[in-house]
């Protein structure tokens, strides 16, 4: 189950990244202040916060809510998130993002990125798959490595990749992943 947690988390989070706003966060912060090792860091560290978090949520509600209960409602979230995915997201506003401070880019994009997560469909995808896996330190890790497969690329070639991908197709390709999900554990309770 942990190989099956770790390649379906980091998957689904890779694809439903792109074009994110996140990763739109990600190409903004590169652009601005041209340090990718900070960025980089900052993204990790954010991103292992907010979804380890949003891990042990989803392992909670797994132990909390009834099976038959839980099936259904990841099965429904499921397809919420798979339509979700096909509206795109707006660019963060450049003024939002704030200058170089005393917490440096590092410091910046650590809390940029955290505080983008919240809410965002990363998050409430992580959710999901923790309580679909029970397992908190596989999800973890693989939405964490889907987040850093999609925006590392971006932060080390800016905005070239993203007119080399048609975003809408990788939305399309991501939001059937989570029809699929919805599907196969609507499927599993039969």
């Known amino acids: 189950m942990s190989a ?11 694809a439903s990244e792109i074009g994110d706003k996140t990763q739109l966060l990600a190409l903004l912060l590169a652009a601005r202040f041209r340090k990718p090792g900070p960025i980089v860091a900052g993204i990790l560290i954010a991103t292992l916060a907010n979804h380890a978090a949003a891990s042990a949520l989803g392992a ?3 132990r909390a809510v009834s ?14 998130v798979a339509a979700w995915t096909l509206k795109p997201d707006e660019a ?6 704030p200058r170089a401070s005393a917490f440096g880019v590092f410091g910046i994009t650590t ?10 469909k990363t998050q409430i995808a992580t959710v999901m798959l923790a309580a679909k896996y029970a397992s908190v330190w596989w999800v973890t890790a693989g939405t964490t490595l889907g987040m850093l497969l999609a925006n590392v690329p971006v932060v080390l070639l800016g905005d ?9 197709w990788v939305r399309r390709i991501a939001a059937a992943l989570f029809a699929l999900l919805g599907v196969l ?3 599993a309770g039969g």
């Open 4 to 14: 099956a947690a770790f390649a379906v988390s980091t998957g689904v989070v890779a």
């Open 60 to 62: 909670w509600v797994q």
């Open 67 to 80: 099976p038959e209960l839980l099936r259904w409602a990841l099965g429904l979230s499921f397809f919420a």
């Open 92 to 97: 963060p506003d450049d003024t939002a993002t």
């Open 111 to 120: 809390v940029a990125f955290f505080l983008a997560e919240m809410g965002d």
């Open 160 to 168: 070239k990749l993203l007119h080399l991908v048609p975003l809408q």
């Open 185 to 187: 554990v609507l499927a």
